[in-house]
């Protein structure tokens, strides 16, 4: 009897109002299962991340002929490297042969990839260079048999793929972000990653997101943040696929300390959909920048990195790693993982008030609204 594979439908998209959070002073959250439920993930796998510029990392990780970078995302793991030309690539870190994962971590690639299980190896631009015992094999289909790419951009210093064909170009995408990005960090190119921390998180990457968009929890949960950027002033500005918090800054030894004369003196942090954040911090020529790699419904694989144009640092440098990596990101740690936790409560009602005030002030959440109207959507299709 001919067997036939059960037909597989797509995960069906969360059902909103077409107006959902279109009235922002007015608006609530979105409801908690779609923070909880992994029928709601698989649809943002395929339907938001498959679709969407995905960061993976800075350019200074793929500086050399032969670097190359792997990543985990939405359950494939993503292989970069930069060719023996210095052409940028991107694959699904997957042999065409059986399936084995080809690379790991970071490093320095041979000329020739080759897979640890049957030795089937590739040249650095994907094509199959030799496949053991495949003369001997009918009809094999050598030029068939290339690794699957995906598209690569290099974009304000740090390097993007798309799984999506047919996705708009990353410019289009980020209309505006460039331009603005290069005035208020012009050397992010020749930046280096000089503190990386990895988190396996136990919350949902919206949740993750949602934290960052406001200022109104800063206060209360970053009280040595507050020290130096205060809320007063502190204004969230939309321009399509991205947004912009920025904030005057003052030094101040226990969070950000730097040079009166120092071109930045604010803080300026940059979402791009989905969920990559980039934070230039109050100084000159220094970054930290939030990665978010989903792998379930509750559970958000991030990369916190502090990048500096020197890897070794002086000691306020070294300071403000400490407090970046000890005090600062424990604290959204936390915060991210208990809301996490009572979205699933009982005595949670289900949705949240989003606190949007009409001046657009420094603690208003206007910024919540307008993520969640993006998210709302894409489950539009």
Known sequence: MQQYAAVQFPPAAPQLPADFCSDIDRAHTLPARCYTADEVFQYEKEQIFAKSWLCLCHGSELARPNDYVTRRVIGENILLLRDRDGALRAFYNVCPHRGHELLSGSGQAKNVITCPYHAWAFKLDGQLAHARNCEQVADFDRAGNHLSPLRVAEYCGFVFVNMDPDAPDIH????????????????????????RVVT??????KVIVDN?????????AHPSFSQSVSTEGYTHSFHGRWTLQRGAAQSSDSSYAFDGEAANQAFNGYWLWPGVMFNVVPGDAAMTVIYEFPESAGVTVQHYDILFLNQDLNEEQRRFVNWARDEFRPEDLRLVESVQRGLQSRGYRGQGRIM??????????????????????????
């Open 172 to 195: 289009v995408e980020y209309a505006g972000l460039q331009e603005h990005f290069m005035q208020v960090c012009p050397q992010v190119a020749d930046l280096k990653v000089a503190e």
């Open 212 to 220: 960052y968009m406001e200022c109104y929890h800063c206060a209360p």
């Open 356 to 381: 949007a005030d009409s001046q657009r002030s420094g603690i208003s959440e206007h910024g919540i609204a307008y993520f969640h109207q993006m998210v709302a959507a894409a489950y539009r299709g």
């Open 200 to 205: 396996t998180t136990p919350a949902n990457w």
